[in-house]
């Protein structure tokens, strides 16, 4: 698997974990690191 590959399967995975129905929702206190940054601000 090159580098671009796995990113690629990373980003498709936490696509599909926030999604609707996703896995995400089994855990409902968290969030996106990204969008917990944002917040903070």
């Known amino acids: 698997m090159t580098r671009a590959e796995l990113a690629e399967e990373v980003r498709e995975f936490v696509k599909r974990f926030y999604e609707p129905g996703g896995v995400a929702e089994d855990f409902p206190d ?10 903070d601000r």
Do not use: E
């Not at 996106?32 to 917040?39: C, G, I, K, S, V």
């Open 30 to 39: 968290h969030g996106p690191a990204r969008a917990r940054r944002l917040n």
